[in-house]
């Protein structure tokens, strides 16, 4: 068996708004991170909606495949629980360990954490409930950097680690979406400039120094997970996922197939990966389940639709994927578009239109 461990973190709605990718923002633990592992510039998610795209990466297939067509609290469902990568891992003698935010299963009937595969549920030793000031993700983060900090070298783990934030929260008797809640600070608008895509305008410079306030949060608390691991002494021998499941919360981005939309952060450290490289070649979140079997040392799971990123660590101008696809099917609604990208263009088509 491996004796190589995977960290897998990931965020809601943050896109490529980090300081790895250029961006004016407070994020220097996940800078470092970029700076020791590889840093894929042209990283995209298989569907800019929050469970179908975690179910994709997971799973190592597109929606359609899966069967996660929507949010999974409004009825979005696994055809196979037993294809999620934890509980391949679970089968092949690693210890699966879950801590916060999940969101591929909900409902009236979910799935337990043991039949998505994890034998560990780290969520359940939390004695706080979910809070808009983030106290929520402090405290994922804290069980999760007691568990890196606690175990044993006997048995090779997998680690999920799950935050809400940069995810827009509701403020107090209003109708205006912040990322932050209302005894939160709020950042200084006089400082920001807006993704391009946005008109730059005093409201929405003011909400987007809201999520600069947010990003950074989210940076501290994939700090103190990356911390532990290297107080742990195993940073050598663990494979890092640092991610996103898609865009953040404007207009043509979450749950659009542009680029603003599907564009992810995406950073591998640990396990070859490593180094400071940038890679520019067109990868997705379907291609990691394949580079966990590559870095292991497994055989790939007959289900798999992606493509190794293990040959982008020699070459890291080798040519993957000549063109990537993603799809929109439910969010809030039936509204059905497909994506196909290659370097130089992207098509997208919504499939059904109203009168």
């Given at each position: ?22 961006h ?18 042209q990283?995209?998610?298989?569907n ?17 495949s899966?069967?996660m ?34 969101h591929?299963?909900?409902g009236e ?8 595969g ?10 706080i ?24 070298q006997?048995?090779?783990?997998f ?8 995810h ?5 008797d ?13 950042g ?19 909400d ?23 107080e ?7 494979l890092?996922i640092?991610?996103?499941d ?13 680029a603003h ?7 591998l ?5 490593d180094?400071g490289?940038?890679?520019?070649s ?12 590559d ?9 798999l639709?992606g493509?190794s ?5 020699e ?7 000549e ?16 994506n ?16």
């Amino acid at each position: 068996m491996s004796t190589i461990n995977v960290v897998y973190l990931h965020s809601h709605d943050t896109g490529r708004y980090t300081s790895a990718y250029g961006h004016a923002l407070q994020t220097p633990h996940m800078q470092k991170l970029a700076e020791r592992g590889v840093l894929f510039r042209q990283a995209f998610c298989n569907n800019p909606t929050c469970s179908p795209s975690r179910a994709c990466l997971l799973t190592g297939q597109d929606a359609h495949s899966n069967g996660m067509m929507g949010l999974a609290h409004r009825g979005g469902k696994l055809n196979d629980p037993s294809q999620m990568l934890p509980y391949f891992l679970r089968d092949v003698g690693y210890e699966t360990a879950i801590c916060g935010f999940q969101h591929v299963t909900g409902g009236e009937l979910p799935l337990t954490m043991d039949q998505l595969g994890y034998s560990l549920d780290l969520s359940a030793q939390r004695d706080i409930q979910p809070a808009p000031t983030g106290a929520d993700d402090i405290a994922t983060a804290a069980v999760a950097a007691d568990f890196l900090r606690t175990r044993g070298q006997d048995q090779p783990f997998f680690l999920d680690v799950g935050f809400t934030t940069t995810h827009r929260t509701n403020k107090k008797d209003s109708d205006v979406q912040w990322h932050n809640g209302e005894l939160s600070p709020q950042g200084d608008p006089r400082y920001v400039q807006v993704p391009a895509c946005l008109p730059d305008t005093p409201e929405t410079r003011a909400d987007y120094a809201d999520y600069a306030v947010a990003v950074t949060r989210l940076d501290d608390y994939i700090g103190r997970v990356l911390d532990a691991l290297e107080e742990a002494g195993l940073t050598e021998n663990t494979l890092v996922i640092c991610t996103t499941d898609h865009g953040i919360a404007y207009p043509h981005m979450k749950c659009n197939l542009t680029a603003h939309g599907t564009g992810v952060m995406l950073t591998l450290a640990g396990a070859g990966f490593d180094g400071g490289a940038v890679v520019d070649s067109l990868v997705n979140h379907i291609d990691l389940f394949p580079t966990v079997c590559d870095v292991l040392g497994l055989d790939h799971p007959a289900w798999l639709q992606g493509q190794s990123l293990t040959p982008l660590r020699e070459d890291p101008a080798a040519v993957l994927n000549e063109a990537l696809f993603a799809e929109v099917n439910y969010h809030a609604a039936h509204e059905p578009k497909r994506n196909v990208r290659t370097k130089r263009h992207s098509y997208i088509r919504r499939v059904t239109t109203r009168n």
